[in-house]
């Protein structure tokens, strides 16, 4: 168990919806990543937060969007959903001054 | 572009064999290079890292060696074990795993023969 806590585990949800994948960091990370993997992408970093600022993007589309409360926990949006963004949602969090980046048990979306 | 990749796609050892992983890196300023396990159903973990000013790095069963002027590592599994079995991923990262995000390859389906 890394620590990380994502909900929900599974979301089937129809095209054009909208969903929100909640994650909860390990005690005392400021650091969260949202990566999402795919069988034809494989793991590809989505977004970084810091302490609740925004401090990385990657291949995230306009579609979707993050942030990080007060309290540490982020959660993922994803909107007007295509079938092609069925996948897993990995949530990340790491300590400032370490490396290690522990990975949350994910959240599988499938968009029908 | 990918930045990192990884070979082979997949790998049968039997067990007590050597399994070996490559991964190469274009982007000379990577200076974190972690390898993931991920087994069915479950989030990537970290298994082992390094950082290019060593050239090699051993906990337990499992090594990374590095090649900076090639710009290539590779994970070496001795003595495998069936519950090795699992999904392996290198990936390498600039200014530490951190501050950086994590850029992967494509992953290495590891199967460990009894």
């Known amino acids: 168990d890394s620590g990380v806590t994502q909900t929900p585990k599974h979301l089937i949800t129809a095209t054009g919806q909208r969903v929100t994948l909640r994650c909860s960091p390990r005690?005392?990370?400021?650091?969260v990543y949202w990566y999402q993997q795919s069988l034809d992408q494989g793991l590809q970093f989505l977004i970084q937060?810091?302490?609740?600022?925004?401090?990385a993007k990657g291949n995230i589309l306009e579609r979707f969007s993050a942030q990080q409360f007060p309290d540490l926990h982020s959660e993922l949006n994803l909107s007007s959903l295509e079938l092609g963004d069925s996948a897993l949602y990995f949530c990340?969090?790491?300590?400032?001054?370490?490396?290690?980046?522990?990975f949350g048990p994910g959240t599988r979306l499938t968009v029908l | 572009q990918q930045q990192v990749k990884q070979s082979p796609q997949s790998l049968i050892v039997q067990k007590g064999g050597i399994s070996i992983i490559n991964c190469a890196y274009e982007?000379?300023?990577?200076?974190?290079f972690p390898w993931y396990q991920q087994f069915p159903g479950k989030g990537p973990a970290l298994l082992i890292a390094?950082?290019?000013?060593?050239s090699e790095k051993k906990e337990g069963r499992f090594t990374i060696s590095f090649n900076k002027s090639a710009k290539q590592f590779s994970l070496h599994i001795m003595d495998s074990q069936p519950g090795d079995s699992a999904t392996y991923f290198c990936?390498?990262?600039?200014?530490?795993?951190?501050?950086?995000?994590?850029?992967f390859g494509k992953g290495t389906k590891l199967s460990v023969k009894p």
């Open positions: 990340a969090s790491s300590t400032a001054g370490t490396d290690t980046q522990y």
């Open positions: 005690s005392g990370d400021l650091s």
């Open positions: 937060y810091y302490n609740g600022e925004e401090r």
């Open positions: 982007n000379t300023a990577f200076d974190y």
């Open positions: 390094i950082r290019p000013d060593v």
């Open positions: 990936a390498a990262s600039r200014f530490g795993g951190s501050q950086g995000n994590l850029i």
